[in-house]
């Protein structure tokens, strides 16, 4: 079965602080990866998507970044958090007819 | 450009009550559309999806009909429970290999 795991589930940081949240994907080769953002009360926003291995394109312009270091690995990473990076944070990848499947999320709090 | 529009919540509701979560969407072309269920303090499920015109999906007694004429693709239930308590997500495949444009959810608590 086709797998996404998140790593770590939960996570509290200070401002300022750098953030690593990592994505794995069993089961299937060459996925197109995904990572969005859920704020409080607000829907989901694409931050990166990932067609392959170092191939990562963004859509919002922020103080987050991404890497894909292996097939089936996506990182999302920061240097320096800020109080608006708290949220829900989720990885998803590409399946049959355009359908997507995600993780079970990071929970990131910025205090 | 594209988007999807869905009814804003909180929706509540008792026991046994017929749902309807509304959803239009803007789009060139006809894109697949989906519904995903967000179940507290966890990721997004697919509840189902609709892929051309007049395509209905369905699962766990929830439907949605793709409607081209009204660029609608309205979330039913005939009979609600209280494990259906969840926010609800419609969402449109913007084209092929690409993102999900999603809505802005819509909470709906099932009280007994």
């Known amino acids: 079965s086709q797998t996404i795991h998140q790593w770590p589930a939960t996570l509290v940081q200070p401002v300022g602080s750098p953030l690593s949240l990592e994505c794995t994907v069993e089961?299937?080769?060459?996925?197109?990866l995904y990572w969005y953002r859920q704020a409080a009360g607000r829907g989901l926003q694409l931050l990166f998507y990932?067609?392959?291995?170092?191939?990562i394109s963004s859509e919002v312009p922020q103080n987050l970044s991404a890497s894909r270091p292996q097939d089936r690995q996506f990182i999302l990473s920061s240097k320096k958090l800020l109080l608006s990076d708290s949220g829900f944070y989720l990885c998803?990848?590409?399946?049959?007819?355009?359908?997507?499947?995600f993780g079970p999320g990071t929970r990131l709090l910025v205090l | 450009g594209n988007s999807v529009t869905q009814m804003e919540g909180p929706v509540t509701l008792s026991e046994e009550a017929f749902l309807t979560i509304n959803c239009t969407y803007t789009?060139?072309?006809?894109?697949?559309l989906f519904w995903y269920v967000q179940y507290p303090g966890e990721g997004l499920q697919l509840l189902l999806k609709?892929?051309?015109?007049?395509d209905k999906g369905s699962n766990k007694g929830f439907e949605a009909t793709y409607r081209k004429e009204t660029t609608s693709f309205h979330l039913e239930k005939g009979s609600v429970q209280v494990s259906d308590s969840a926010v609800y997500f419609c969402?449109?495949?913007?084209?092929?290999?690409?993102?999900?444009?999603f809505g802005k959810g819509t909470t709906l608590s099932v009280s007994s």
């Open positions: 969402a449109l495949a913007r084209q092929a290999g690409t993102a999900l444009i």
């Open positions: 789009a060139t072309g006809y894109p697949s």
């Open positions: 609709a892929t051309k015109a007049d």
């Open positions: 998803a990848r590409q399946g049959a007819q355009e359908t997507q499947y």
């Open positions: 990932s067609v392959g291995i170092g191939q």
């Open positions: 089961g299937t080769s060459n996925p197109n």
